[in-house]
Every structure is written in C-alpha cells, then in structure tokens.
C-alpha cells in the first residue's frame, strides 16, 4: 500500500486545465485524491509531508521518444538506468523505440519490456512496435497482436521508411485498430554520408550536410497519406522552418495529426557544434539559427505539439571519432526539463506553452489518463525550482551513457522530487 503524500506550499501548474494557483496536493493510493488552493487539507495519519516551499508541481513529465540499449546493447543503457535518469528529469513515463537488438516486432518482445520495467523502474515505460519486421521497412509487424500484447504506437524508431506504398499500407492497417503511427521522416537518399545540416558552416568544415529536404519530402508524403487514410499519425521530430510550415497546414485539416520537436532542435543550433563536437552529431541534425527560431515560433503557436528529449545513448568509443565517422545521438532524460526552461527564462515561450508539450499533449496523443493534476488522475508528480542554477556534470549523470550535448552547460532550473505512481522516485541528491 502506498503511503498517502500530501504536497502543501506548492505553485501547482496543470496545463490541461490551464491552471496556475499556490494550493497543496493529497496523493493516496497511487493516485490524486484532493487538490486544495491555498492551505492544505487535513492529511491522513502517518501521511508523508512535503513543503514545496513555492516550488512549481507539475504533472509529470512524458517523453515520447526514447532509446535504451536493451535489449542487446545494455551496455550503453537499461530499462533501470534510463528509468533512473528519467526520474531525476522529473519524467515520469517513456516512450521507447523499437530499433534494439532484436527488434520489438513481436509480443513477447513487448511483454519483455514491460515486465522489466514493472520489475526495475518505478515510473511507466510504454513500449512501442515495430511498424516493420525487423524495422527493415517492407513487411509490416502483425499490429492486432501487437496491440494485445501491450504495444502503445508503432515507430521505426531511428529508421525512416522509404516506401510510399508501405506507409500507405501502415497508416491503412492502423486506422482499422485507431492506432497511432510514430515516424521520423527523412529520404535516405537525401541524408547519404551526410552528417550536419546542410549550408555554408558545413562547407567551412569540409563535413557533408544533410540539405532541408531530406526532411520537408518524406513528411510531406506522410501527411497527405495521414489524410488520404484518416490515420493518427506522430511526426516523430521535425527541425526546419519548411516542415513547421508543412506541418500547420496538414494540421488544419486533420485533428488526427500531430508533430514533435527535440529539445535539441528547440534549444541549440548548427554552430553549438563548434569544433567537431560529436556529442552535438544528431538526427535530425542541428539546423541554422533561422530553423531553430522557427521552430520555437511553432511550438508557441501549437504547430509543435509535443516536445521530447530524443534520447539516444551512445558509448565513448562510438563518439570518439572523427565527427564524420562518430556514432549519431545525444542522451536527454535529465536535461530535458531544465533545457526547456531555458525557452521560458529567455522570454521564448510561457512556462505553461512548455509544460504543455511535456504533459498534457503527448497523453491525450498517446491516450493516457496521466499528463494532468486532477482527481483521480494517477499521481505522477514533479516538484521543481524555477531558479535554482546549476551545471551539468558528467560525474552526476544516471545515464548509462555520458553523450550530453548539455555537458558543462550552466541551467536554471532543477527538479527536486519526483513522485511516480504515487510513490517518490527521486529526490535531490539521491535517487530512488
């Protein structure tokens, strides 16, 4: 039996209200049974108290795309380790990919990962299917099954299918089971060797760039093929000022398409990539400044529905390369809330924008009953200080992995306690 929680002294923050009050919050049996504005109500006996003292409780976070290492490459990451990290980001479910060793492309790979994780972290991971078989983008998985087995979307994860006609076919044998279509849209024959955005500080680099359009094409096809089928359908991540564009016309015309963005896309431009960083070589890739000042002006306006961390661990040897030829990805979890509130203290975006596309918007796209401080929702909880400065140190990562592209980056703004499915996950200087 979980200890009931009463959180008193809180600025409680829920965008799907769209409420903002200093109030306490009761937690019991694993989920929200009281919310008070101002002072607290009578707690039950033996009750654990927390004084938020002024700190911001919002829902917890929900990260719509992340990659573990296991099955297969539990070195880099595991289902306990990325749990933790989450945890101490204040993310309180996840989303995995289905790109590991094998791929999830079958029920009991599914129903590993979620017995693993009910067994090894205390927050939600949801897994996702393969929408191929072996992510190889021509035989689609079997989806009903799937779905039974416990499937929350179909991705391809770091992949991209190619095909229009299989796409096509996805999103119609999706429709039939309302299932939702994850897709990270990139023409493979655009990207090649590519390996940073395309454009003039590429050339100055004499590294191979990645041109817009390996990006605007393949997310064109998908969208007009999301209207043809009436699928939902999650463009995964998007990063330039033509796919924000694209993205808010299709979205006009169809409440069943939405699109994410990564905090890196939203936070961080081609230059961060300095002298061939590699902890900065991403997919998509860092744009030009423009794209990311675009991609802000998307997420204030709701083109950008969800933001996420992308976090993709990677092992040292596979980033200590020449940055042509170093391994793509950046780790994410316990960065992404004090990355995104970076948006908020430059005056970019509200704090409730922010939080929204944390929350709220990727559970009503993944149709969970978390994302919301309300009665009866489940209790899962992050306490922060909006203010607190800190740095990002490679000594104090959970992550299994050490491939920040916040490494030695100075924050404002830090999660002090966790409450997942009614229980504390983590709280400062400890995890759980």
Request: net charge negative; glycine share 8%; proline share 5%.
């Amino acid at each position: 039996m979980n200890k009931p929680i009463l959180i008193q002294n809180a600025r409680v923050v829920d965008p799907a209200s769209n409420a903002d009050f200093s109030g306490a919050i009761l937690i019991e049996k694993g989920v929200i049974a009281d919310i008070a504005k101002g002072n607290a109500p009578g707690a039950p006996e033996q009750s654990e108290i927390i004084d938020a003292k002024g700190l911001v409780a919002a829902p917890g976070l929900i990260d719509m795309r992340v990659f573990t290492g296991e099955p297969g490459h539990e070195y880099r990451e595991t289902i306990k380790s990325a749990g933790e990290a989450a945890a101490a980001g204040g993310v309180t479910t996840i989303l995995v990919m289905p790109d590991t060793q094998p791929v999830i492309d079958d029920g009991a790979l599914v129903e590993f990962i979620a017995r693993n994780a009910e067994a090894n972290t205390p927050i939600t991971v949801l897994p996702s299917a393969a929408i191929t078989k072996g992510t190889e983008g021509r035989e689609l998985t079997e989806f009903g099954l799937l779905l039974e087995a416990g499937a929350a979307c179909f991705a391809e994860g770091r992949k991209s299918i190619q095909s229009a006609a299989v796409m096509r076919a996805a999103m119609t044998y999706a429709s039939n089971f309302d299932a939702l279509i994850v897709h990270q849209p990139s023409e493979a024959s655009l990207v090649s060797d590519g390996v940073m955005n395309a454009g003039p500080f590429a050339t100055f680099r004499g590294l191979k760039g990645i041109p817009l359009e390996a990006e605007t094409i393949p997310l064109d096809r998908d969208l007009q093929l999301a209207l043809l089928t009436g699928a939902r359908y999650h463009a995964a991540q998007i990063s330039t000022a033509r796919a924000a564009e694209l993205a808010a016309f299709y979205k006009a015309r169809s409440a069943n398409i939405s699109v994410g963005a990564s905090i890196n896309n939203l936070c961080l431009n081609e230059n961060d990539i300095g002298s061939y960083r590699t902890y900065f070589k991403l997919s998509p890739p860092l744009r030009h400044e423009d794209d990311r000042q675009a991609m802000v002006e998307a997420l204030r306006n709701g083109v950008i529905d969800v933001i996420h961390s992308d976090h993709d661990p990677q092992d040292t040897e596979g980033k200590r390369q020449p940055f042509a030829d170093a391994a793509t990805g950046a780790i994410g979890l316990e960065t992404l809330l004090a990355a995104a509130l970076r948006l908020v203290h430059s005056s970019d975006a509200n704090l409730m924008t922010v939080l929204r596309a944390m929350t709220a918007r990727p559970a009503e796209i993944l149709g969970l009953e978390s994302g919301r401080i309300a009665k009866g929702a489940p209790a899962d909880i992050c306490l922060f200080d909006m203010d607190y400065p800190w740095v990002v140190e490679e000594a104090t990562i959970r992550s299994r992995s050490r491939n920040t592209t916040f490494e030695n980056a100075r924050m404002t703004g830090k999660v002090t306690t966790t409450i997942a499915k009614g229980k504390v996950a983590f709280r400062e200087g400890h995890a759980r």
